[in-house]
């Protein structure tokens, strides 16, 4: 099982494999700033990691949003620092629920390439409860949106029921701040014409998942301090 603390072991070959990407491109991100730089090892290897998995994955959903470099830039600046590599596959699943749904049928080795790691029987079908795949008789239906997301909580210590009603309890509330926030903005659209409500939509997305994610980082986090004060020794 790895851990947060797992010392970066990957090269920028590996790295690119597991993403997915050229090598030419993770430089690309590396000299704009978008990866943090890797950790230098033996015979001055850069050596890459989690995080650095995380952030690529974050690039390049927030590319398949139509955002610009530029654009990515400042929304990876307003982050918060100190963000794991599973806080980082969270903003790519929220970022990724925008989109229309996208499904794709993979086959096994497909679904381990796109998970980055080996997946055993028993992770597919906690994958499986999550909804995040969905096995069939020409191989698996993976919602790509969430595949990150699903495998990162593969290795939290929780159980499925744990990890299935903390989803329920967020979807509701996200729905529900959804529907007041689509009010608020109708009321501010509601005499412009289409397009313009397409283009303030497009603008306002990661707005709005960048705000909800904060608000909900600290929120949990004065909320675990509560607790831990309170089943802290008297």
């Known amino acids: 099982m790895t851990t947060e603390a797992e010392e970066p072991t990957l090269t920028i070959d590996e790295l690119a494999a597991r993403a ?15 990866l943090p730089p890797p950790v230098i090892g033996p015979r001055r290897v850069g050596h890459y990691g989690r995080e650095h998995l995380a952030r690529l994955a974050l690039i390049e959903e927030l590319q398949h949003q139509g955002m610009t470099l530029a654009a990515i830039e400042r929304y990876l600046d307003r982050l918060p620092e100190g963000l794991s590599p599973h806080d980082l596959a969270i903003h790519g699943a929220v970022v990724a629920s925008w989109a229309p749904d996208a499904v794709e049928t993979v086959t096994r080795e497909e679904l381990q390439r796109r998970a980055g790691r080996p997946l055993g029987d028993d992770d597919v079908e906690r994958l499986a409860a999550m909804d995040v795949v969905r096995p069939g008789d020409g191989g698996y239906d993976v919602d790509l949106g969430m595949l990150r997301l ?13 990890i299935l009603a903390a989803r329920e309890v967020l979807v509701d509330h996200t ?12 009321g501010e659209v509601s005499e412009r014409a289409a397009r313009d409500v397409k283009s303030l939509s497009a603008h306002m997305h990661p707005l709005v998942v960048q705000a909800l994610l904060t608000a909900f980082q600290r929120s949990l986090k004065e909320e675990l301090g509560e607790w831990l004060t309170r089943s802290g020794p008297d």
């Open 20 to 34: 997915g990407l050229t090598v030419r491109t993770v430089r690309f991100y590396g000299t704009r700033g978008l």
């Open 150 to 162: 699903g495998v990162e909580l593969l290795d939290v210590p929780l159980s499925q029921e744990a």
């Open 175 to 186: 729905r529900a701040a959804a529907h007041e926030l689509y009010r608020l903005f109708r």
